[in-house]
């Protein structure tokens, strides 16, 4: 450690011969007052004064000691300095950012899924099957997998203000490519622009929890993340409910159609051209002050030794990560594949019910938002994030079945509820698994950790919907939604053995923050004694 290096070399300095002390560290004071002895009264005096210095420089080294060690006493500048360098503040700022990167969230989640819940409009408009509809909302998933690690490299290495432009701003630029696609000739033009789309939410996915923590203190952190997920949510409701209604199914009238989604295409690139100008006016990288200790202990930046790679490594061996990294994976992953197929299953049941369809994911969400929010309130007054996520979890599954059951009833008001119940608690998880995450991989980059856990709900929800969509076509909704009560149950027991150890909490009252606090000093010596140098250097 360097504080322990240089309090042994004071000790060392304390012990050498009185003369080296003398001139190594009485000199310059001997330069600036050269006619001290006479100003003392004679050598008799000056003498006296000498060895009274010597005995004040040996007893220097004790109280380095203690301002240079973390939990040194005496009190002292030191202590002020290091008082001064963990002081915490939340600024209003903080709740623009968060707005802000909601709302374009929102539009990106919104381009997700505007073209599957009116599946059999866009299969009618562009001659395609249903299968190439899906995966315009497959594509998402698809893109994500494979640039989550330079999206989290760059988060780490950048920070949070260029990596919110990149996804506000390509964002903005599918919408736009979207607008060039309306016509019956041109599903490719529509393709690359969901691509597109699909690559903006690379770098908006793994946010919420980089945001909170930067940003919010620790008495609301939890409520943050589920506010930023919510955006998200919001998203996807909307999804669920503007497409049906901008896009009514009009099949004798190619026209009609073509005009309707321009109106929805233009709509969304105007809205995201508004939000990537305020992203560019109110996003940064942190505020001036950190907002919470388990921050102020932390570097502003990745220090010079900082591996990326390390710090996958680090993840991928806390064995309750890669367990909350599957369970995570299982419910979102279930979550896209309802959504993506919801067209489809209430059609089956239900004919001529587009609209109802749109309606029903609208109540799904929304009750979801309900949860999140809800569950980020509990989580913040009570810290119990595993018991709070198995709870969850196991209502999710009971509500999997009970929607599963009640869905071919024919009665479509009885799926509002249902699909209502099962939104409330799947859609309410997906906050939990963020926050949850960050602390029990704490000092580990939020991003890093967000990224990977999108990153196995991508797969999942890849592997979900092609599996669920094959099992619906062929042999009707139930076998599908059987299918996904399937693997929620093993994520239930999968969730009951993830060891909760809350390292970002514990860091916030004060406990296990000492040896951050002495990393904290030691990275500040270590600058220190690199600025002498270099200024011994620069003199020489």
């Not at 709302?103 to 249903?130: C, E, P, R």
């Not at 599918?174 to 690559?199: D, E, M, R, Y």
């Not at 690379?202 to 943050?224: D, N, Q």
């Not at 000092?443 to 991508?458: K, V, Y």
């Amino acid at each position: 450690m360097v504080a322990g290096e240089l309090v042994q070399e004071h000790l060392r300095a304390g012990t050498g011969a009185p003369d080296d002390i003398t001139v190594g560290r009485k000199e310059p004071e001997d330069e600036e007052r050269p006619n001290e002895a006479v100003y003392a009264g004679g050598a008799g005096e000056t003498i006296s004064k000498r060895a009274q210095e010597l005995e004040e420089d040996k007893e220097a080294p004790p109280d380095e000691r203690e301002v240079m060690l973390p939990n040194g006493g005496g009190g002292g500048e030191g202590e002020e300095e290091e008082e001064k360098r963990l002081e915490t503040r939340v600024y209003a700022r903080r709740f623009a950012v968060l707005a802000v990167f909601s709302l374009y969230s929102l539009v990106n989640a919104f381009q997700w899924i505007q073209y599957s819940i009116i599946t059999n409009v866009f299969t009618q408009y562009y001659g395609v099957t249903n299968d190439k509809v899906d995966w315009l909302s497959i594509v998402y998933m698809v893109a994500y997998v494979p640039l989550i690690f330079p999206a989290t490299w760059l988060l780490d290495r950048k920070g949070l203000r260029l990596t919110a432009l990149l996804g506000a701003g390509l964002n903005c630029a599918g919408a736009w490519l979207k607008c060039a696609s309306v016509n019956p000739q041109l599903f490719a033009v529509t393709v690359t622009a969901q691509v597109i789309c699909s690559v903006a939410q690379v770098f908006i996915l793994g946010l919420p929890s980089r945001v909170a923590s930067v940003w919010f203190g620790p008495r609301e952190v939890s409520t943050a993340c589920a506010t930023a997920v919510l955006g998200n949510q919001l998203g996807t409701a909307i999804g669920f409910l503007l497409p049906p209604v901008l896009v009514p199914n009009t099949p004798d009238n190619v026209e009609l159609t073509g005009h309707n989604i321009m109106i929805m295409f233009y709509g969304t690139a105007a809205v995201s051209t508004v939000l990537f100008v305020l992203a560019v006016i109110v996003i940064k990288d942190r505020p001036p002050l950190p907002p919470s200790q388990a921050q102020a202990v932390l570097p502003d930046s990745p220090p010079e030794d900082y591996s990326y790679k390390q710090s996958i490594l680090n993840l991928v061996k806390n064995k309750a990560f890669v367990l909350l990294l599957i369970t995570y994976g299982i419910m979102t992953g279930s979550f896209y594949s309802v959504s993506t197929l919801l067209n489809q299953m209430i059609m089956a049941c239900y004919e001529n019910q587009e609209l109802n369809a749109g309606r029903i994911g609208l109540t799904l969400v929304v009750a979801g938002m309900v949860g999140s929010i809800l569950c980020g309130l509990w989580l913040d007054r009570t810290k119990l994030y595993k018991i709070t996520t198995l709870i969850v979890y196991i209502l999710s599954f009971v509500g999997m079945l009970v929607f599963t059951f009640t869905l071919d009833l024919k009665n479509i008001h009885l799926v509002f509820v249902t699909a209502g119940v099962l939104g409330f608690f799947m859609t309410g998880y997906l906050p939990l698994g963020f926050e949850f995450g960050v602390e029990i991989t704490y000092p580990e980059s939020e991003g890093t950790s967000s990224g990977l856990l999108n990153a196995f709900a991508q797969i999942f929800g890849i592997i979900f919907t092609l599996i669920q969509g094959k099992l619906t076509t062929d042999h009707g909704p139930l076998s599908g939604n059987l299918f996904l009560c399937a693997w929620i149950f093993l994520g239930i027991i999968l969730t009951a053995l993830i060891k909760s150890e809350l390292k970002r909490h514990n860091v916030n009252m004060g406990a296990d923050s000492n040896h951050l606090k002495a990393g904290y000093l030691e990275r500040r010596h270590r600058k220190q004694r690199s600025s002498t140098t270099d200024d011994l250097t620069k003199n020489d």
